[in-house]
Nanobody
Framework: QVVLVESGGELAQAGGSLKLSCAAS????????MGWFRQVPGKDRELVAG????????RYADFVQGRFTISRDNANNTVYLQMNNLNPEDTAAYYC????????????????WGQGTQVTVSS
């Protein structure tokens, strides 16, 4: 059974930091690229950051470039999102997802999804 469990979301102050974690099980983690997406009610889910199977290649949405860092630990089947200099526009539910197709921006190419963790940033 495939399971992705996100954690680390909470209320933060603008300018603060949070680190999200996503623990994966039930599939060969190192064979999948991983992504962090976010969604606010009424809007489409959008990719925040992605990382290749090995972790050597990362990609970021323009709106988080330089503030967020994605990383992964294939030995422990975990992917992380370090979020610095948060602003209220970062308030969203954050989801991790796994893609067998490699690093990509298309949510429909991600096979496995977590349930999400809520990040709320107050001004």
């Amino acid at each position: 059974q495939v399971v992705l469990v996100e954690s680390g979301g909470e209320l933060a102050q603008a300018g603060g930091s949070l680190k999200l974690s996503c623990a994966a099980s039930g599939f060969t983690f190192s064979s999948y690229a991983m992504g962090w997406f976010r969604q606010v009610p009424g809007k489409d889910r959008e990719l925040v950051a992605g990382i290749s199977r090995s972790g050597e290649i990362t990609r970021y949405a323009d709106f988080v470039q330089g503030r967020f860092t994605i990383s992964r630990d294939n030995a422990n089947n975990t992917v992380y999102l370090q979020m610095n200099n948060l602003n209220p526009e970062d308030t969203a539910a954050y989801y991790c997802a796994a893609s067998v197709y490699g690093l990509n921006w298309n949510p429909t190419l991600y096979q496995y999804w977590g349930q999400g963790t809520q990040v709320t940033v107050s001004s």
